[in-house]
Protein backbone atom coordinates (compact mmCIF):
# COMPACT_ATOMS: atom_id res chain seq x y z
CA UNK A 1 0.00 0.00 0.00
CA UNK A 2 1.38 3.66 -0.96
CA UNK A 3 1.00 6.70 1.10
CA UNK A 4 -1.65 8.30 -0.74
CA UNK A 5 -0.14 12.05 0.11
CA UNK A 6 3.50 12.01 0.73
CA UNK A 7 3.94 15.58 0.11
CA UNK A 8 1.93 16.53 2.66
CA UNK A 9 4.13 14.10 5.25
CA UNK A 10 7.06 15.60 4.14
CA UNK A 11 5.91 19.24 4.98
CA UNK A 12 4.78 17.83 8.59
CA UNK A 13 8.03 16.68 8.89
CA UNK A 14 10.14 19.90 7.95
CA UNK A 15 7.86 21.79 10.65
CA UNK A 16 7.95 19.60 13.51
CA UNK A 17 10.45 20.73 15.44
CA UNK A 18 10.80 17.31 17.21
CA UNK A 19 12.04 15.75 13.36
CA UNK A 20 15.83 15.80 12.49
CA UNK A 21 15.31 14.23 9.31
CA UNK A 22 13.02 11.87 7.46
CA UNK A 23 13.99 9.85 3.88
CA UNK A 24 11.19 8.36 1.93
CA UNK A 25 11.27 4.98 1.13
CA UNK A 26 10.05 1.92 -1.48
CA UNK A 27 9.66 -1.31 -0.39
CA UNK A 28 9.08 -4.82 -2.09
CA UNK A 29 9.41 -8.29 -1.51
CA UNK A 30 12.28 -9.60 -4.27
CA UNK A 31 14.24 -12.16 -5.46
CA UNK A 32 18.49 -12.22 -5.42
CA UNK A 33 20.54 -14.53 -7.63
CA UNK A 34 24.02 -14.58 -7.53
CA UNK A 35 25.83 -18.00 -8.12
CA UNK A 36 23.64 -19.88 -5.70
CA UNK A 37 19.85 -20.62 -5.72
CA UNK A 38 17.31 -17.46 -5.83
CA UNK A 39 16.85 -16.38 -2.63
CA UNK A 40 14.22 -14.14 -1.30
CA UNK A 41 14.98 -10.49 -0.23
CA UNK A 42 13.19 -7.12 1.05
CA UNK A 43 14.55 -4.39 -1.64
CA UNK A 44 14.60 -1.03 0.62
CA UNK A 45 14.91 1.76 -2.50
CA UNK A 46 16.36 4.88 -1.11
CA UNK A 47 17.68 7.82 -1.49
CA UNK A 48 21.12 7.74 -0.03
CA UNK A 49 22.03 10.91 1.17
CA UNK A 50 18.70 11.11 3.11
CA UNK A 51 18.83 7.86 4.30
CA UNK A 52 22.43 8.25 6.25
CA UNK A 53 20.56 11.11 8.09
CA UNK A 54 18.06 9.08 9.59
CA UNK A 55 20.11 5.92 10.49
CA UNK A 56 23.62 5.24 11.07
CA UNK A 57 24.13 2.24 8.07
CA UNK A 58 27.01 4.28 6.80
CA UNK A 59 29.34 3.07 9.97
CA UNK A 60 28.06 -0.34 9.43
CA UNK A 61 29.64 -0.65 6.08
CA UNK A 62 32.22 -3.28 6.11
CA UNK A 63 32.82 -2.48 2.56
CA UNK A 64 32.04 0.14 -0.18
CA UNK A 65 29.86 3.00 0.83
CA UNK A 66 26.06 4.10 0.57
CA UNK A 67 27.25 6.76 -1.51
CA UNK A 68 28.24 4.70 -4.12
CA UNK A 69 24.50 3.78 -4.47
CA UNK A 70 24.38 7.30 -6.80
CA UNK A 71 25.75 4.65 -9.55
CA UNK A 72 22.57 3.37 -11.49
CA UNK A 73 21.92 -0.45 -11.14
CA UNK A 74 23.75 -0.84 -7.58
CA UNK A 75 22.98 -2.19 -4.35
CA UNK A 76 24.67 -2.58 -0.74
CA UNK A 77 24.08 -5.53 0.64
CA UNK A 78 24.16 -7.10 4.40
CA UNK A 79 27.22 -9.31 4.98
CA UNK A 80 24.76 -11.96 5.99
CA UNK A 81 23.25 -12.34 2.31
CA UNK A 82 26.48 -11.37 0.29
CA UNK A 83 27.15 -14.57 2.67
CA UNK A 84 24.72 -16.93 1.49
CA UNK A 85 24.37 -15.94 -2.05
CA UNK A 86 28.29 -16.01 -2.66
CA UNK A 87 28.71 -12.21 -3.80
CA UNK A 88 31.41 -10.00 -3.19
CA UNK A 89 32.26 -6.23 -3.61
CA UNK A 90 32.44 -5.20 -7.62
CA UNK A 91 30.54 -8.76 -8.35
CA UNK A 92 27.08 -8.57 -10.91
CA UNK A 93 23.79 -9.72 -8.65
CA UNK A 94 20.41 -10.44 -10.39
CA UNK A 95 16.98 -8.92 -8.73
CA UNK A 96 13.62 -10.03 -9.99
CA UNK A 97 10.07 -9.12 -8.96
CA UNK A 98 7.16 -11.25 -9.79
CA UNK A 99 7.15 -12.26 -13.36
CA UNK A 100 9.56 -9.58 -14.37
CA UNK A 101 12.88 -10.41 -16.22
CA UNK A 102 16.01 -9.92 -13.76
CA UNK A 103 18.32 -7.17 -13.44
CA UNK A 104 21.52 -7.20 -12.97
CA UNK A 105 23.20 -5.10 -10.20
CA UNK A 106 26.67 -4.10 -9.20
CA UNK A 107 27.27 -4.76 -5.58
CA UNK A 108 28.63 -1.30 -4.34
CA UNK A 109 28.78 -1.99 -0.59
CA UNK A 110 28.28 -4.94 2.53
CA UNK A 111 27.04 -3.65 5.77
CA UNK A 112 26.96 -5.68 9.08
CA UNK A 113 24.46 -4.42 11.63
CA UNK A 114 24.59 -7.29 13.83
CA UNK A 115 20.68 -7.73 13.37
CA UNK A 116 20.97 -10.98 11.55
CA UNK A 117 17.59 -11.06 9.88
CA UNK A 118 18.22 -7.99 8.59
CA UNK A 119 21.94 -8.25 7.48
CA UNK A 120 20.53 -11.60 5.94
CA UNK A 121 17.62 -10.68 3.92
CA UNK A 122 18.00 -6.87 2.92
CA UNK A 123 19.21 -4.54 0.25
CA UNK A 124 19.38 -1.11 -0.72
CA UNK A 125 19.18 0.61 -4.01
CA UNK A 126 18.92 3.59 -5.18
CA UNK A 127 15.02 4.73 -5.21
CA UNK A 128 15.36 5.64 -9.17
CA UNK A 129 16.57 1.80 -9.49
CA UNK A 130 13.99 0.67 -7.34
CA UNK A 131 11.01 2.27 -8.79
CA UNK A 132 12.21 0.77 -12.35
CA UNK A 133 12.27 -2.12 -11.06
CA UNK A 134 9.14 -2.73 -9.09
CA UNK A 135 7.18 -0.35 -11.86
CA UNK A 136 5.64 2.12 -9.58
CA UNK A 137 7.53 5.86 -10.34
CA UNK A 138 7.09 8.29 -7.90
CA UNK A 139 5.16 5.95 -5.11
CA UNK A 140 6.56 5.32 -1.61
CA UNK A 141 4.94 3.17 0.71
CA UNK A 142 7.71 4.12 3.64
CA UNK A 143 9.05 7.31 5.23
CA UNK A 144 11.92 6.60 7.50
CA UNK A 145 11.95 9.22 9.97
CA UNK A 146 14.73 10.23 13.03
CA UNK A 147 13.53 12.20 15.88
CA UNK A 148 15.63 14.49 18.17
CA UNK A 149 14.54 12.46 21.26
CA UNK A 150 13.92 8.31 19.94
CA UNK A 151 12.08 7.97 23.23
CA UNK A 152 9.46 10.38 22.14
CA UNK A 153 8.41 7.54 18.97
CA UNK A 154 5.68 6.00 20.63
CA UNK A 155 3.29 9.56 21.27
CA UNK A 156 4.54 10.88 18.31
CA UNK A 157 3.57 7.99 16.10
CA UNK A 158 0.11 7.64 18.38
CA UNK A 159 -0.05 11.66 17.38
CA UNK A 160 0.31 11.27 13.75
CA UNK A 161 -2.04 8.02 13.43
CA UNK A 162 -4.73 10.38 15.03
CA UNK A 163 -4.35 12.86 12.56
CA UNK A 164 -3.94 10.65 9.22
CA UNK A 165 -5.38 6.88 7.54
CA UNK A 166 -1.79 5.88 7.29
CA UNK A 167 -0.89 3.40 8.60
CA UNK A 168 1.95 4.70 11.41
CA UNK A 169 4.78 2.27 13.35
CA UNK A 170 7.05 3.58 16.22
Known sequence: ???????????????????????????????????ASPYSVKLVGIDPVAQMKITDIENKMVSGSMTNLSKKNSFVIGAGLAKKIGAYLSDLVYLSIGEKPSTAFKVRGIFATGIRDF??????????DAWEIIGDRGKINTIGVRLKDFQKSALKGSHWAAISDERIES
Open 1 to 35: QYIQSPELWYRRFRLDPDVVAFSPQITSNAMVTQI
Open 119 to 128: DENTIYSNIE
